[in-house]
């Protein structure tokens, strides 16, 4: 029955996929790339008991864990266009 | 008792999996920035959770299922964040344009 939830996994990265090249804005783009992200997630969990080998759910973890830093990360370098904190940007500022 | 189980893993994956089809369809499909967000979620909450529970009742040690309940509550805890986080920066950014005959 992995089978099943292997191959629904694959059709909606290809659909992710397609809003992920055509979306309008840069938000529609992020969005999906977090969409993305959260079936890769998934899928890496589905592969690792498809193949008998539960171990798989260790690197699914930390790729739930990169996802969410990735999106956070990008957001805030588009929004300040700098990753760093504030304290730091205004004090270069006023040297 | 093992067919029980066999059945309510059927019926937890093949809910997951249509629920994952769903969002992603609407993710491509759906005309509007913020409708798109709405289908991100269904595929974000629902899928992930019908899929983890069906895979939750195939485990053979402890261990597994710890790490399966881990993911679950680390991707329901983080992937609402993200949504609020892109939302709240593209209305920012982008700011809400009424369309023609909506009301106010």
């Known amino acids: 029955m992995f089978y099943v939830a292997t191959i629904s996994i694959l059709i909606s990265f290809i659909l992710v996929l397609v809003r992920l090249f055509l979306g309008p804005t840069l938000y529609d783009r992020v969005l999906a790339l977090n969409a993305f992200g959260t079936l890769a997630v998934l899928m890496i969990s589905v592969v690792g008991f498809l193949f ?31 990753i760093g904190d504030k304290k730091a940007l205004s004090r270069k500022k006023a040297q | 008792m093992s067919l029980l189980i066999e059945i309510c893993s059927w019926i937890f994956i093949l809910l997951g999996s249509f629920l994952l089809l769903t969002g992603s369809l609407g993710l491509m499909r759906l ?60 209305f920012v950014t982008l700011g809400y344009k009424k369309k023609k005959g909506e009301r106010k």
């Open chain 2, 31 to 90: 005309p509007d920035f913020w409708s798109r967000l709405h289908g991100a979620s269904i595929s974000d909450t629902g899928g992930v959770l019908f899929l983890i529970l069906g895979m939750m009742l195939h485990v053979t040690t402890i261990w597994v299922f710890f790490k399966l309940l881990a993911i679950a509550i680390f991707i329901f805890i983080s992937s609402p964040t993200a949504s609020h986080a892109i939302a709240n920066a593209a």
């Open chain 1, 52 to 82: 008998g080998r539960p171990d798989f759910l260790d690197i699914a973890l930390l790729y739930a864990l990169l996802n969410f830093i990735g999106t956070i990360a990008i957001l805030k370098f588009f929004r300040y266009k700098e």
